[in-house]
C-alpha cells in the first residue's frame, strides 16, 4: 500500500525555519520524481520543489531559502525551509510521481508563519 506521511509543520515567526519531512512506504522514493507542493487560502496549489535523481528543481518564490532532499535509506524526502515569510504560509504536501499513471499524494502539513 502506497503512503506519504508528511510531519515537521507548525507555527513560526518570520525568518525562522521549519524542516518538513514525508515519509513514504510501499514504494521507493529515489525512482520517483519526489516533489513537494503547497496550498495557500483562495490559491491554487503550486509546486515549490522538486528532486529527481540528482537534479532538484525550486520555484522562484522560494529558491536560495529552501532546500529538498532526500533519504534513500529512510525512504523519506525532507525540506528545509529557512528565512521564511508570511507569504508562506500554507498546507504543504508531499507528491510523488512517475509516469502518467503513478502519482501519489501526502495528507498536507500546516506551515503557518506569523508575527
Known amino acids: 500500500q502506497v503512503q506519504l506521511v508528511e510531519s515537521g509543520g507548525g507555527l513560526v515567526q518570520p525568518g525562522g525555519s521549519l524542516r518538513l519531512s514525508c515519509a513514504a512506504s510501499g514504494f521507493t522514493v529515489s525512482s520517483y520524481s519526489m516533489r513537494w507542493y503547497r496550498q495557500a487560502p483562495g490559491k491554487e496549489r503550486e509546486l515549490v520543489a522538486s528532486i529527481a535523481g540528482l537534479r532538484a528543481y525550486y520555484s522562484d518564490s522560494v529558491r536560495d531559502r529552501f532546500t529538498i532532499s532526500r533519504d534513500n535509506a529512510k525512504n523519506t524526502v525532507d525540506l528545509q525551509m529557512n528565512s521564511l515569510k508570511l507569504e508562506d504560509t500554507a498546507v504543504y504536501y508531499c507528491?510523488?510521481?512517475?509516469?502518467?499513471?503513478?502519482?501519489?499524494w501526502g495528507q498536507g502539513t500546516q506551515v503557518t508563519v506569523s508575527l
Open positions: 507528491n510523488a510521481e512517475r509516469g502518467t499513471n503513478n502519482r501519489y
